[in-house]
């Protein structure tokens, strides 16, 4: 029997995942009897397992009349096989942390899973399960189709998706990324369960698929498993590919779209060929040039000739666009920023791009690349990009691409593929009115009238799942120092790379600090911060930076990543960008234009007044969270102010240094003493705490939006949980049972049993004095009344009643599984470890909620949400049009 085999095989990996021995490969690589592929990266960073199984087919795979298959049935992925019904699976993800989801792309499908070593036998049998069949009930489908209507009608509810679907549709007429690959209603109201199992049996094969693997494993027990649960599994005939379809050269036009932004945006868009073609890196390199700040792309911006300029580019199997955009204030002539980024482009191609730039891109693309060696997902993701975009050996083989690309190069394929005679134009302009798309009234599935089915046991191999997980422990760091600066100075050592990171946090929070009548001070200040010291301007330092190949980011939220040879340079660099900006007048003048026209445009959308209508609604009138900066409060701002609020807020005794990485903890406290020892702070430190509140009135809040069909919906109330208490931990638990996964009250209540959700979800926000408990969704309006009272129904019951034991016991595995993720990448770490220094909580808080998640009880979590949820006292926020009236 193939579970009792993997059964051994499960506990075999888990052994050797902790510590492989000294033979076990970095990476594993097959091709089994049936054609799938198998590659395996062993990354020991963190206790986490991440399985991308993708197969090859995509929208572009699906036709025009029905343009949503490949994603209706990803979707029905989720809904259950012949072996295990849709509940059972739904199980097996939460008991495992429910980091689960897929997606359908252009040219292939992935599903994803982020695992815990012990469970990746289960998930390998999961995926194996899906590609032998999926159970596709008709009722199922009826209540899933649903859902991906309610996902389409919130992409078209956005007026950004609008006219970014208008513009892809125009750039690649005459091929399969034309058309929406989420697909439309018309497409949905036609397609059947015999169309979804014809695009499964047809697609869904292992001569089809790469299953990647990459984490704490031991890769040859792991390849073991694998061939277990796969090799069994025939390949079958594909479809026969057809010729790829060759569009019509892209003549030159113009297009225009309304947006409810603040801001209008030019697009330039060229179509180019695609990952797979042998100009790839030439084309990566390319657009990191003109991208650079000191080329004549950023100096539009810089010099106030636009609110932000960029160049990008994104690719697919059989076709590529190349894009720049430019940013303009809302109320003025796009023409004139056209004509500005098109002489930028024209300047491009005419003197070619300057060869210090090329050579910038490419030294910051080779080194930059062990970055992603921090992280196992950067590292999935690498690889992913390698095997399945790009169709070559490794990530390895796309840095040896980048580092051979020559300015002559990069100058050729300029002059061949970004020429004005085949560029397509697209304004998206600030409207103030805006019409809903024609394809409104997404009803989504009715009310069935079910009740949930009794669950059935989990099928035995799935049963290791349930049994509790051994509880982490997160490992203190090797510093922790407080310097004679007040700088508070953490570091912790790791050298499976010669990286260093540093990531720094100053405690600031500008509604506390502006003061009166200078809001807004705060954002002139960080936006300021990148232009140069008085030794050094903007160029000469991000030429200092580019010649390094590191990076470093400024402002209230500093740091750095080099490599290690880099690291002293890099340092000083920052240190001296950080600590002594120049704030010079005419760089100050335009950035406080800049900033004053951008905000002019924010406060007049739609998205802003709903946003100030429920602020207004959960706080006293005067609060500091109700403080806004005006066009008129950030024009009057002075250099003055700048430096004022500078020397006031940007203080070492408000700030946590983390160094993370290749480097020991006395050489990090010398190195940091040397660079940010001189700092010091005069003034008396600022109040960032905000005084807590008095519980507001219920208020109930409806706003229209503009051009949109579906509704977007908060439930909020003010909640007495601070950060870092046992209670609010003990919540984050039950809020699990409530709202985490497909097997989650709210999901099984309002998209797994009626599909009236794309997506919901709650939380608790929570700060020194206040806390908020909120749920969001989107829905129909029509669905609205039904929605709300489900939800209200579902936390009536989490007040009354304990929750289910073995409900409990299946979230309470699942976040002790996820919980140790937080260290799958050396930034996240780091990041971590400041957000609790930054509000003096301890660096063991992870420990101490362990524990309360260990001690929680069904009873104790009745008790808590009885006393600090009340749904009469819930306020509610409706953004969208009007929902029937009860």
Known sequence: MRWIMRIGMGLLACALSGAARADEPAVLRDTLANGLRVVIVRDALAPMVATRLVYLAGSAQSSADFPGTAHAVEHMMFRGTRDLDANQLYRIIQATGGVANAMTGTDYTQY???????????????????????????????????????????????????????????????????????????????????????????????????????????????????????????????????????????????????????????????RTPGLRDPDMATRLILADAINNRRGGLGRLSVEGRGLGAYFSYSGRRDWGQAIATIRFPRGADPARYLADLQAVLADFRAHGVPPELVEAAKRARVKHAAFDRNSILGLTQTWLSALVER?????????????????????????????????????????????????SGFGGAESFGDRPVPDAPLPQWAQSVLAPPPTPHFAPPAADWRLPNGLRLIVRPNHRTHTILLRARIHENANMEEPAGQDGV??????????????????????????????????????LAAQTADFGPTLALLADTELHPAFREADLAIMRDKLSQAQKGFLQTPAHAFGRAVRAAMVPAG??????????????????????????????????????????????????????????????????????????????????????????????????????????????????VLSRGFSSRLYQALRV?????????????????????????????????????????????????????????????????????????????????????????????????????????????????????????LSTFVYGPAPPQD
């Open 391 to 439: 169709d070559v050996s490794d990530p390895d083989e796309l840095v040896r691409q980048c580092a051979t690309v020559t300015p002559a190069a990069v100058n050729a394929l300029m002059a061949r593929e970004l020429a004005p005679d085949h560029a397509l134009i697209q304004v998206d302009l600030p409207a103030e009115h805006i019409a809903p798309p024609h394809d």
């Open 753 to 873: 049993r009626t599909g009236y959700v794309y997506g919901v979800s709650s939380m608790a926000s929570t700060s020194e004095t206040r806390g908020t408990f909120l749920i969001a969704l989107g829905a129909d309006p029509a669905k609205v009344p039904r929605v709300e009272a489900e939800i209200l129904s579902i936390l009536d019951d989490m007040r009354a009643h304990p929750v289910g034991a073995e409900e409990l016991e299946r979230v309470r595995s699942g976040y002790l599984r996820t919980l140790p993720f937080a260290g799958a990448s050396l930034d996240a770490i780091a990041l971590r470890d400041i957000g609790l220094a930054t509000h003096d909580l301890p660096l063991d808080q992870p420990d101490r909620d362990i524990a309360t998640a260990n001690a929680a009880t069904p009873e104790r979590i009745r008790d808590l949400f009885a006393r600090i949820v009340h749904p009469p006292g």
């Open 112 to 270: 994803l899973f982020n695992i815990a070593p012990a469970d990746l036998g289960v998930i390998l049998h999961v995926e194996a399960d899906r590609m032998r069949g999926i159970a596709l009930d008709p009722n199922q489908w009826a209540r899933e189709r649903g859902a991906i209507e309610q996902e389409v009608s919130a992409d078209r509810s956005n007026t950004g998706y609008r006219a970014a679907e208008q513009f892809n549709a125009a750039l690649f007429a005459g091929t399969p990324y034309a058309w929406r690959g989420v697909g439309t209603r018309e497409s949905f109201d036609a397609t059947d369960i015999e169309r979804l199992r014809q695009f499964h049996d047809s697609w869904y094969a292992p001569n089809n698929a790469v299953l990647l693997i990459v984490g704490d494993v031991a890769p040859r027990a792991t390849l073991a498993m694998v061939r277990a649960d796969f090799a069994d599994i025939p390949r079958r005939a594909l479809p026969r590919p057809g010729a790829p379809k060759v569009p019509p050269p892209l003549a030159p036009r113009t297009l225009s779209a309304p947006t409810d932004a603040g801001v209008g945006t030019v697009t330039i868009g060229w």
């Open 522 to 559: 705060a954002r002139l200040t960080a936006s300021l911060m990148p232009f140069g010291t008085a030794a050094r301007d903007r160029v000469a330092t991000e030429a200092a930076a580019d010649a390094l190949g590191s990076s470093i980011d400024v402002g209230p939220t500093f740091g």
């Open 623 to 736: 609060d500091p969270s109700l403080r806004e900066d005006t066009p008129e409060t950030i024009g009057r701002l002075t250099r003055d102010d700048v430096l004022a609020y500078f020397r006031r807020a940007y203080r070492p005794d408000m700030t946590v240094i983390e160094l993370i990485g290749d480097i020991e903890p006395q050489a990090a406290r010398t190195a940091i003493l040397s660079a940010f020892g001189g700092w010091t702070a005069k003034e008396p430190k600022p109040e960032v705490i905000e005084p807590p509140i008095a519980d507001p009135p219920v208020a109930r809040v409806q706003m229209d939006g503009e051009g949109r069909t579906q509704d977007r919906i908060i439930l909020a109330q003010a909640v007495p949980l601070r950060r870092g208490t046992a209670e609010t931990a003990l919540f984050e638990l039950g809020n699990g």
